[in-house]
């Protein structure tokens, strides 16, 4: 088993930034990846980033340039900084972590609402 908490999420301005967090404790040593997706009201959910354990890193076309992520392997922690918000970033964020068998976890999603 896989725990993962999300925090950071919130409300901002179009142009602004936010910086999410998602730390994981459990079978940690099982996780390969881990990464964010997000969904949008009437959308399907979708990969954000996701990152390796070695730190290989991929982003949507639509966060390219925009958001980074990063690992921090001591901490068992991912973080996804956000900038350059838009309106259509607006979703419910959720952190997915990936084990080596397949298997997939995923936290409770937090909030990101950006405002025009």
């Known amino acids: 088993q896989v725990q993962l908490v999300e925090s950071g999420g919130g409300l901002v301005q179009a142009g602004g930034s936010l910086r999410l967090s998602c730390a994981a404790s459990?079978?940690?040593?099982?996780?390969?990846?881990m990464g964010w997706y997000r969904q949008a009201p009437g959308k399907q959910r979708e990969l954000v980033a996701d990152?390796?354990?070695?730190?290989?890193?991929n982003f949507a076309d639509s966060v390219k340039g925009r958001f980074t992520i990063s690992r921090d392997n001591a901490k068992n922690t991912v973080y996804l900084q956000m900038n350059s918000l838009e309106p259509e970033d607006t979703a419910v964020y959720y952190c997915?972590?990936?084990?080596?068998?397949?298997?997939?976890?995923w936290g409770q999603g937090t909030q990101v609402t950006v405002s025009s």
């Open positions: 459990g079978i940690i040593f099982s996780i390969n990846a």
């Open positions: 990152i390796t354990r070695g730190g290989f890193t």
């Open positions: 997915t972590a990936a084990l080596a068998g397949g298997l997939r976890y």
